[in-house]
């Protein structure tokens, strides 16, 4: 049986993806900070024994180190690093700590901590369980916003966080292609989540689904590439 680890597992994406490796049955481990508040997840896990659910803060380096110890000789074939924050938001009509003249200094290192180095810390972590898997995946769920080739104005926080994951992830793929590891960049999309707002093009379901065919087929060749949930490449 295949294995599948999911961070921010609670909500949005992170649920969703649950959802569908649990009916594909495969075995699920869900991370989330505080599982006595994650009811959905909770009830998932209620419908079958495929699901297990951990509390995990990815911004406590030495949690994830804890939960690695305790699950070491699980064989992990795909790592979906998908927790993560938006930065601070306008309220009131005002200006938003992403905004320049009014930065949000320490929301912008809590962002840079969650976004950018959490991925990799999960990859160091358990890097052991992933390379004695069937499928050796680490997938990171980042952002079109990351990309300097694309970018526009404002966000200045959150797209900084994910050219930095971006960088930090196709760095890894080019130090774990001796390993078989293959390391996925994926931009979900536009999305009705929480983060994406009602406004979004598409539905968790279809980016998702999406993400997760790209995540099946992915190469050697493939490994450090940065594309959306369609597989169309995009620019750095």
């Given at each position: 049986m295949s294995t599948v680890m999911i961070t921010g597992a609670n909500r949005g994406l992170g649920l969703e993806f649950v959802r569908q490796y649990l009916k594909e049955g495969w075995h699920v481990l869900a991370l989330c900070r505080d599982p006595q508040k994650a009811t959905v997840l909770r009830q998932l896990g209620k419908e079958g024994s495929l699901l297990q659910v951990y509390a995990l803060d990815v911004a406590d380096f030495a949690a994830i180190d804890r939960l690695a110890a305790e699950l070491d000789g699980e064989t992990i074939d795909v790592l979906i690093n998908n927790a993560g924050v938006s930065g601070p938001r306008a309220t009131d009509g005002g200006p938003s700590g992403q905004t320049f003249g009014h930065t949000n200094y320490e929301a912008w290192s809590e962002a840079f901590k969650i976004n950018s180095?959490?991925?990799?810390?999960?990859?160091?972590?358990?890097?052991?369980?992933?390379?004695?898997?069937?499928?050796k995946i680490i997938a990171t769920i980042t952002s079109?916003?990351?990309?300097?080739?694309?970018?526009?104005?404002?966000?200045?926080i959150y797209r900084s966080s994910k050219t930095a994951v971006n960088m930090a992830m196709t760095t890894l793929a080019k130090q774990l292609a001796g390993s078989g590891v293959k390391v996925a960049l994926l931009h979900?999309?536009?999305?009705?989540?929480?983060?994406?707002?009602?406004?979004?093009?598409?539905?968790?379901?279809?980016?998702?689904?999406?993400?997760?065919?790209?995540?099946a087929s992915i190469t050697p060749a493939e490994s450090g590439k940065f594309v959306d949930y369609a597989g169309t490449a995009i620019p750095w």
């Amino acid at each position: 049986m295949s294995t599948v680890m999911i961070t921010g597992a609670n909500r949005g994406l992170g649920l969703e993806f649950v959802r569908q490796y649990l009916k594909e049955g495969w075995h699920v481990l869900a991370l989330c900070r505080d599982p006595q508040k994650a009811t959905v997840l909770r009830q998932l896990g209620k419908e079958g024994s495929l699901l297990q659910v951990y509390a995990l803060d990815v911004a406590d380096f030495a949690a994830i180190d804890r939960l690695a110890a305790e699950l070491d000789g699980e064989t992990i074939d795909v790592l979906i690093n998908n927790a993560g924050v938006s930065g601070p938001r306008a309220t009131d009509g005002g200006p938003s700590g992403q905004t320049f003249g009014h930065t949000n200094y320490e929301a912008w290192s809590e962002a840079f901590k969650i976004n950018s180095q959490a991925p990799f810390k999960m990859a160091e972590a358990f890097i052991q369980q992933i390379e004695a898997s069937e499928h050796k995946i680490i997938a990171t769920i980042t952002s079109k916003m990351g990309s300097i080739g694309d970018a526009t104005t404002g966000s200045t926080i959150y797209r900084s966080s994910k050219t930095a994951v971006n960088m930090a992830m196709t760095t890894l793929a080019k130090q774990l292609a001796g390993s078989g590891v293959k390391v996925a960049l994926l931009h979900p999309g536009w999305v009705r989540t929480d983060m994406g707002g009602p406004q979004a093009l598409i539905g968790v379901e279809e980016s998702v689904a999406g993400m997760r065919k790209l995540i099946a087929s992915i190469t050697p060749a493939e490994s450090g590439k940065f594309v959306d949930y369609a597989g169309t490449a995009i620019p750095w």
